[in-house]
């Protein structure tokens, strides 16, 4: 079938995107869904910094390549072997597909699946396919999901099955967003009720790691950034105290702040150097800082191991939150419709997907939290 989808051919083009356009919005030719697949008409995709290290070159894919990885849509057709999905189920993507027999998956560490991660590198769907052509040449898949278009086909590996009830929109999120953040602070970090927090790095993870955080019973939730609309977003969405992590002094005024010598736990999604430094020398001694950050494959982090050893601490990365996709989601969502994760908020555009080259400006330059483009 012919679909719309929003293409990369190059990356590293300069901003503004609204004038060089590296994705054009292209009729595709969509394979029909094979074994284990299913055809997905998307309704809502969100826009993340994921996707932005794609374009502007930092995270290095196979081009030409169909982006987006944060969605939420209707089953409208089935391939062979699809016993757990039907037709018309409400379904969220998880951007790294679980083949469900590799030693991390039958351990319960779905998130370094190693077939999931050649998949995504190679662009490929999990099982080495691409779906996607225009005329004899193959567009190739971005994390499995390729949710930049009005329909994809999938793997059933890389699908959730939610309740009809959540808003596509809100749904959408908890593939990325709140996935990523919350996980981090209840997987990985593993935030006991009572224990302090710092959130590093406020864009849409970070912004849903705060919320995380109060959902997970922190005693103190402290945000960093250096940008002051998110640090005043941060304090809207709940955080006790926040920080600009670019002040002369700023660690031990937040050690100071915190009367404990730092935090318990740290978390860092800014994917800078200097905030992952600040990060971990704000965790207190025997605390644990967690980086769920993805930095240009030339950066590096300078670690004094006398300080790592004397300190006890712990620094930890974290990869999908280190979740179990068909567990955490339905969970998380289930704490969104008590209340407790009101990730609605995190919400600052919606949009067509024609104008997403302007809303990755926006993304860029730092002005939206999340924008989620709408299919309807």
């Known amino acids: ?3 719309k989808a929003a293409i990369l051919r190059e990356m590293g083009r300069e901003r503004p995107y609204s004038k060089s356009m590296p994705l054009t919005i292209e009729e595709v030719e969509l394979d029909k869904p094979q074994r284990r697949e299913v055809l997905v ?4 995709a969100g826009l993340c910094h994921s996707d932005l290290s794609v374009i502007n070159g930092d995270r290095p894919r196979p081009l030409p390549m169909a982006l987006g990885h944060e969605a939420a849509g209707i089953i409208i057709e089935k391939g062979e072997e699809v016993n757990d999905f039907e037709v018309g189920d ?8 679980s083949c469900g027999h590799c030693i991390y ?5 779905v998130a370094l699946c190693e077939k999931g991660a050649k998949a995504n590198g190679a662009g490929t769907l999990l099982g080495g396919a691409i779906r996607l052509h225009q005329e004899n040449d193959k567009i190739y898949h971005h994390l499995g999901v390729s949710g930049f278009a009005d329909h994809v086909v999938a793997s059933i590996d890389s699908l959730v099955k939610i309740d009809k009830a959540y808003p596509f929109e809100i749904a959408a999120l908890f593939g990325c967003a709140v996935m990523t953040g919350v996980g981090a602070v209840m997987n990985t970090a593993q935030l006991k009720l009572g224990e302090s927090v710092m959130v590093v790095g406020l864009g849409g993870v970070g912004l849903a790691a705060i919320l995380g955080a109060k959902a997970a019973g922190a005693k103190k939730v402290l945000a960093a ?3 002051k609309y ?3 977003v941060a304090k809207e969405l709940g955080a006790t105290e926040v920080f600009d992590s670019s002040k002369e002094g700023i660690v031990k005024e937040v050690k100071d702040y915190t009367k404990e010598n730092g935090v318990d736990a ?3 999604f800014a994917g800078a150097m200097p905030a992952l ?24 982090f300078v670690l004094d191991p006398l300080l790592l050893v004397g300190d006890e601490k712990t620094l930890k990365g974290c990869y999908l939150g280190s979740c179990v996709p068909l567990r955490d989601i339905p969970a998380y969502l289930e704490l969104y419709k008590e209340g407790k994760l009101p990730v609605e908020q995190l919400i600052t555009h919606r949009l067509k997907l024609e104008d997403i080259n302007e809303g990755f400006d926006r993304l860029a330059s730092g002005e939206a939290i999340r924008q989620v483009i709408l299919f309807d």
């Open 230 to 232: 998110k640090l005043d």
């Open 90 to 97: 409400h379904v969220v993507f998880s951007f790294l597909p």
């Open 41 to 44: 008409k998307i309704k809502a």
């Open 225 to 227: 950034d250096i940008s």
């Open 266 to 268: 740290s978390v860092e």
């Open 1 to 3: 079938m012919k679909i």
């Open 277 to 300: 430094d600040f990060a971990f020398h704000v965790t207190k001694r025997g605390g644990r800082t967690i980086t769920g950050a993805l930095p240009a494959p030339d950066k590096k």
């Open 105 to 109: 998956c039958q351990t319960g560490r």
